[in-house]
């Protein structure tokens, strides 16, 4: 009867790769259902302690302690600044969850790389599909020229696929593998890049060379794999770009002009225009209340003062910036958490390339690299993304956490 409720509880977490396609709804769904009862029957058994009591997951929860704090003693509008604040350690929780679920059975990691295979798959044929066909195969038409898939009217189908990229390449480094699925995957990467840069998702596709890159440098073990692989795709890319005027025009054209680079630009701007308005509006609110913050979700109600707004467009419900909205709404102690997030990367990196290059033995195994490659993205500064407390964001980056704190905090899987 246990065994059946593991498999069960495993299977509906591996199924939250489908159910993140649909939106926010289920996905959460399964992420608070499982956390609760993980903190029920941790409190009933008392077995959970390792899961929930490390150093990594203290620090997690310091943050969202902070974050609380500050909705109810900082924020202008409480209610409204505790709907992100309040129950944001669930992502934790989650994350423990995984690692737990991995400890007890190892199936989990099968499940979790059937599911990403059989999505990025059917998103690879829906998307190119809606792409030369100007409509999906449920009849949902192109958005402002983009391919979007199955996501409909949401433009996240390059979000998606960069960002569970990484995990999907560390699950097939451990999975056993024959000769013909090393070709399907092979085949399978080189089509989900090439379906992100013409999802028009530039951040996206930016996220996916970061952590490509991340991956080639440091891992062993299929290592000119993922370099045939992504050096196919980027002819096949430069191919869409001759081809496609409006595709040039949104990565490339579009991309130079916004943040000012042209010779006649008498401007630059901070990715875009837009973004730039908002990151400007936002650093104007840290400078008020830079130790505090103003409260988590409060950019959106301060923007409009008069006091902070810069700029054509100060205004939207975040400032399209991780770091930049932490300042904001956080201030430099919330900051602080997340940048300590990046240095961890950062280090991790050093240590691992620092051990190849004198040729010892390595600091972190490939599976653990590409785990890592997923967490970079999720933290690097330099770039736009989207609201740090967003449910379906804070999902998927808690994805591969989960997988990374097993594999370096249980013993009997140093092989991972």
């Not at 609380?68 to 934790?92: A, D, M, P, T």
Request: with cysteine; aromatic share 20%.
């Amino acid at each position: 009867m246990l065994k059946n409720k593991i498999i069960f509880s495993q299977f509906l977490v591996s199924s939250l790769i489908y159910f993140l396609i649909t939106g926010p709804f289920f996905s959460d769904l399964i992420v608070s259902i499982s956390s609760l009862f993980f903190l029920y029957y941790n409190f009933k058994y008392q077995k959970f302690k390792k899961y929930l009591n490390n150093n990594i997951l203290k620090f997690f929860y310091i943050f969202c302690i902070y974050c609380i704090l500050v909705s109810v003693f900082v924020s202008s509008n409480k209610i409204l600044s505790l709907e992100s604040s309040l129950f944001y350690f669930r992502i934790g929780i989650f994350a423990s969850v995984i690692w737990y679920l991995i400890d007890i059975e190892k199936n989990i990691l099968k499940y979790f790389y059937f599911f990403l295979v059989i999505c990025f798959s059917v998103l690879v044929i829906d998307g190119y599909f809606q792409y030369y066909n100007g409509l999906n195969i449920f009849g949902d038409p192109l958005l402002k020229n983009r391919v979007s898939s199955l996501f409909g009217d949401e433009l996240i189908l390059g979000s998606y696929l960069s960002r569970l990229f990484p995990l999907l390449f560390a699950l097939f480094l451990i999975n056993e593998k024959k000769k013909i699925e090393i070709y399907f995957v092979g085949l399978l990467f080189i089509l989900t890049d090439v379906l992100i840069y013409i999802s028009g998702e530039r951040t996206s596709f930016f996220y996916l060379n970061l952590s490509t890159l991340f991956i080639i440098l440091l891992i062993k073990k299929y290592q000119i794999f993922r370099l045939i692989t992504f050096f196919c795709a980027f002819v096949i890319i430069t191919l869409f770009t001759l081809s496609n005027h409006n595709l040039k025009n949104r990565m490339i054209t579009n991309t130079i002009n916004s943040i000012g680079l042209t010779n006649d630009a008498t401007n630059k701007y901070i990715f875009t225009k837009k973004h730039d308005s908002h990151i400007r509006t936002a650093f104007n609110m840290f400078l008020d209340k830079p130790i505090l913050g103003h409260g988590p979700k409060m950019f959106r109600v301060k923007c409009s003062d008069p006091k902070y707004a810069v700029g054509i467009s100060p205004c939207s419900t975040h400032p399209h910036n991780f770091y930049v909205q932490l300042l904001a709404e956080t201030g430099i102690i919330g900051f602080s958490f997340l940048f300590s997030a990046f240095c961890y990367v950062l280090y991790c990196a050093y240590r691992q390339l620092k051990s190849i290059v004198l040729k010892k033995k390595r600091y972190l195994t490939d599976y653990q690299v590409c785990l890592l490659a997923s967490i970079l993205i999720t933290v690097w500064p330099f770039s736009p993304n989207g609201n740090f407390f967003n449910n379906w964001l804070a999902i998927v980056y808690s994805l591969p956490i989960g997988f990374y704190l097993q594999s370096i905090f249980s013993k009997k899987n140093k092989k991972l």
